[in-house]
């Protein structure tokens, strides 16, 4: 099983829209949960981290559950600029800080 | 600020080929890590290093050997290519206790 496993998409909205998806996690020891953005193939950025309160940055919106071991991500009021594959990212302390990825949910917004 | 940088962007090698992918950061950052990324998986780690003179096996390491003389830079070689090698490699730093990686704009290696 993998550690890290998300739904790949495509999410196709239309500009404006709310797009949600989850990515549950396999260890339940794991201590820090991200989103990070890629577009493209390019590089991966940090896009927020996750809180075990939920957190919101802008129109984005994450959420943790601990006991079901997933994460989510909220866009609401979807941009064009919004399109792009969010990979969700699990620290386990026990690893040395390496961070776990998950292939990624690909996000198309249209206009 | 160059930050973190890797060359070459984009490598076209034949099996069997000695390759070195370069990576340097310019933030003094501690660890460093190469990960690969190909269609349907995750970004994969490679090798890590938590220091100068100090690396490990990631999740992928067999065929690839690194190493670390300098903070700044973390060169991955590719020993004999091979054609199951071929991915985007993508360097990362991140500096002591902070969690947030910083990652390059990746190596795009074609292996024929």
């Known amino acids: 099983r993998k550690e890290v496993e998300q739904d790949p998409g495509p999410f196709n909205v239309p500009e404006g829209a709310t797009v949600a998806f989850n990515c549950t996690y396999s260890n339940s020891a794991s201590q820090s949960f991200f989103w990070y953005r890629q577009d493209c193939r390019k590089e991966p950025k940090l896009l927020m981290s996750v809180y075990s309160s939920g957190n919101e940055d802008g129109r984005f919106t994450a959420q943790l559950n601990r006991a079901s071991q997933y994460i989510s991500l909220l866009i609401r009021d979807s941009k064009l600029s919004d399109s792009a594959t969010y990979l969700c990212?699990?620290?386990?302390?026990?690893?040395?800080?390496?961070?776990?990825f998950g292939a990624g949910t690909t996000v198309t917004v249209r206009a | 600020d160059a930050g973190i940088t890797q060359s070459p962007r984009y490598k076209i090698t034949e099996t069997g080929r000695q390759v070195t992918l370069m990576c340097h950061q310019t933030?003094?950052?501690?660890?460093m890590f190469w990960y690969r990324q190909d269609l349907g998986h995750g970004l994969r780690l490679i090798y890590y290093s938590a220091a100068a003179d100090i690396t490990d096996k990631g999740e992928v390491p067999d065929g690839y050997v690194v190493s670390r003389s300098k903070t700044e830079n973390f060169p991955l070689t590719l020993e004999s290519a091979t054609r199951s090698q071929t991915s985007v490699y993508f360097c990362a730093s991140r500096g002591g206790f902070a969690e947030t990686q910083y990652f390059g704009p990746g190596t795009r290696l074609l292996v024929l």
């Open positions: 990212v699990v620290n386990n302390y026990s690893n040395d800080y390496k961070l776990s």
């Open positions: 933030w003094s950052h501690s660890y």
